[in-house]
């Protein structure tokens, strides 16, 4: 499953720039929809195309691991029968 990041790389952005940052601000620059971008912030393991990605590592001069965590799924034991 991917992780996005956004939540904190937002929240880095606010305390760089000692304001608060808005998804419709992040959706203007970036041209990503607002619909998207709550997707990402709330739904773990969200499809979304690389462009977008892309856009997201240049608004917020990151790299992609900055943005996007890999996280292997668990594995469940078997049950002996």
Do not use: W
């Amino acid at each position: 499953m991917l992780r996005y990041k956004l939540k904190e790389l937002i929240a880095e952005k606010e305390f760089q720039e000692s304001r608060r940052v808005t998804a419709l601000e992040i959706s203007e620059a970036t041209g990503i929809a607002r619909n998207t971008l709550s997707k990402m912030l709330n739904q773990p393991g969200a499809s979304v195309r690389s462009e977008y990605l892309d856009r997201l590592c240049t608004y917020f001069g990151c790299k992609i691991e900055e943005l996007v965590e890999h996280i292997p799924p668990q594995r469940v034991p078997r049950q002996k029968r």
